[in-house]
């Protein structure tokens, strides 16, 4: 491989990686309500927070930054955040349960070996399963029961 195209790779890694660090540690100086609240997207420079489908993602990023630094703060952070998508556990009806899992608790559980983290991964990962629909099929767009939304059924 060109040295010159290695250089230039490791440079927009880095930059990435600064960015990504003072992003996320601006939002994780955000402080968490009663209500499961993560940041998920900008608008006009201003962080929303929101009850997500995508709101397990914010601490996967937390973790990934730890992998990428070594710098415990970030776990720390994940720690703090995580507690608060825990309630959607029990949720099996809730079909993107799985983006809220596996990238908060599996990977936390990965990352640091916390027995807890990989309990509450499986409790999820089960009520998911219960909610099979009768078949053996599974819903994958809308609602996975009671639906007034059709849903695309595999």
Not at 3 to 22: E, H, K, T, Y
Not at 89 to 118: H, P, R
């Amino acid at each position: 491989m060109d040295p010159i195209s290695v250089s230039l790779r490791r440079n927009v890694v880095d930059r990435a990686v600064r960015q990504a660090r003072q992003q996320l540690t601006r939002l994780a100086s955000l402080p968490p309500s009663e209500e499961i609240r993560l940041p998920y997207v900008t608008h006009h420079g201003k962080y929303i927070l929101g009850d997500k489908w995508s709101s397990g993602f914010f601490i996967g990023l937390l973790y990934r930054l730890y992998q990428l630094t070594g710098d415990p703060i970030y776990l720390e952070e994940a720690d703090h955040w995580i507690g608060l998508i825990e309630p959607y556990k029990n949720q099996g009806d809730y079909q993107d349960i799985g983006f809220l899992f596996y990238y908060s608790y599996a990977l936390g559980y990965e990352l640091t070996g916390k027995e807890a983290y990989k309990a509450t991964a499986l409790e999820a990962a089960d009520h998911l399963f219960d909610s099979q629909l009768p078949g053996g099929i599974w819903s994958v767009i809308g609602c996975l029961k009671g639906s007034i939304m059709p849903a695309l059924t595999v």
